[in-house]
């Protein structure tokens, strides 16, 4: 939770969606991924998705990102749950994707 402090408010919070909203550029993640170009990592989205669901992450299937998430940007996140694996579709403001997660995860201690 550390890492990702402050980085993101979340917007609202439903069983297929969740919407949060990016901290500006002056946040310590965009401030060093990069100071005169900053964009969210990757690995955020992962972490993001963690904190809010709750989930125990236990293998990444998939992390395809085709567009940059930038700061102050609201994103979504729609989830498709099977049992033990969720499929995310992450969509820009204007509901473009940006990109797809898919992983497994104990769902012991899931709040969806």
Do not use: W
Not at 12 to 26: H, I, Q, T
Not at 44 to 72: A, F, G, R
Request: charged share 30%; net charge negative; hydrophobic share 35%.
């Amino acid at each position: 939770m550390e890492l990702t402090s402050k980085l993101y408010n979340v917007v609202n919070k439903e069983d297929e969606k969740v919407v949060v909203e990016l901290a500006d550029e002056n946040h310590p993640i965009f401030q060093a991924h990069f100071p005169q170009n900053p964009i969210l990592p990757g690995f955020c989205h992962i972490e993001i998705l963690s904190e809010i669901l709750s989930d125990d992450i236990t293998k990444i299937v998939l992390l395809k990102l085709k567009k940059k998430s930038l700061p102050t940007e609201k994103i979504t996140y729609a989830i498709t749950n099977t049992e033990s694996k969720r499929k995310i579709k992450i969509l820009d403001e204007k509901n473009r994707l940006i990109g797809n997660v898919t992983y497994e995860y104990d769902n012991n201690n899931s709040n969806l």
